[in-house]
């Protein structure tokens, strides 16, 4: 285990392996096919024999491990007697290993319209349509509600109304989500941007996205589209990405209440 932190009995110690396991991880590797990962990465060509020596995984278990890597193609195996196993460098294995979840994405939306139409015929007529009734759900963590307002906006044909705190317009820039205001103003779609945030221009550019900048601070964000649904960001304390929270509705009756209150923001 690789360690390092600054010298003093209270200093922090920072686990850097468990911190590029847990990384790997999210790029779609086991547990065990990340150590193994780093293991070769940090000492080069290495048996099997090694490999489960220095990690403590068992051998049988290693070779499933190994094979998992090489089917990934970031490692590779010589010709040696006993074979041994060597990494890309960790920035390959980076690029490798997200644009094979790239294309695995791209794989799954090309077919999302097969899939509607499997689900379509599944459910035939034994499932009362709920489209038009009223909806309230809570959105948490940050992916999730990136991907819910970015669905919103895909589907604006007249309006959005956008009011946002500083912290939530840096986070719709990281996003992505400030680019969806500007194609929606390409298409031909109204956006009205307000905040208190100074520089706002530096995250939607100087184009046709309206946008005012608030006197007063705002408490919270929302995001009205086509005067028919609302995400609220609910504010409080930093949130941890996992723990960000937000509140979505098509009850029109709240609707018209926050654009009440988007119109009075000064």
């Known amino acids: ?14 686990d850097i392996e468990g911190s590029l396991v847990a990384e790997l991880q999210k790029l779609d590797l086991t547990l065990n096919e990340a150590r193994i990962l780093i293991f070769l990465m940090t000492h080069g ?25 090489l089917s990934k193609g970031i490692i590779f195996s010589t010709f040696d007697r ?6 890309m460098p960790l920035e390959e294995v980076v690029d490798s290993l997200v644009q094979s979840k790239m294309n695995e994405l791209g794989a799954f939306e090309t077919k999302k319209k097969e899939y509607h139409d499997m689900i ?30 970015g669905r919103m906006l895909s589907e604006a044909k007249e309006e959005v109304l956008i009011l946002v705190t500083d912290r939530n317009l840096v986070n719709f820039y990281h996003a992505g989500i ?23 221009g530096d995250y939607i550019g100087q184009g046709e996205v309206k946008f005012k900048t608030t006197e007063k601070m705002v408490p ?32 029109l009756s709240l609707v018209s209440v926050f654009k009440f209150l988007f119109d009075s923001v000064m």
């Open 1 to 14: 285990m690789y360690k390092v932190g600054r010298s003093g009995d209270n200093a922090p110690i920072v």
């Open 45 to 69: 060509h290495s048996s099997a024999s090694d490999i489960s020596r220095h990690t403590g995984i068992q051998r049988t278990e290693t070779y499933n491990y190994i094979s998992g890597l």
């Open 82 to 87: 006993p074979q041994k196993y060597y990494s």
């Open 120 to 149: 379509e015929a599944l459910v035939g007529d034994r499932v009362v349509r709920q489209e038009d009734k009223e909806r309230y759900n809570v959105v948490m963590g940050e992916n999730a509600i990136n991907a819910r307002i």
């Open 178 to 200: 400030t680019d969806q205001f500007i194609q929606l103003t390409a298409k031909g779609v109204y956006v009205n941007l307000r905040t208190p945030c100074k520089n706002v």
């Open 220 to 251: 919270t964000s929302f995001v009205i589209v086509d005067g028919k649904e609302l995400m609220i960001l609910l504010e409080g304390q930093p949130f941890k990405k996992a723990e960000q929270c937000c509140f979505y509705t098509n009850n």
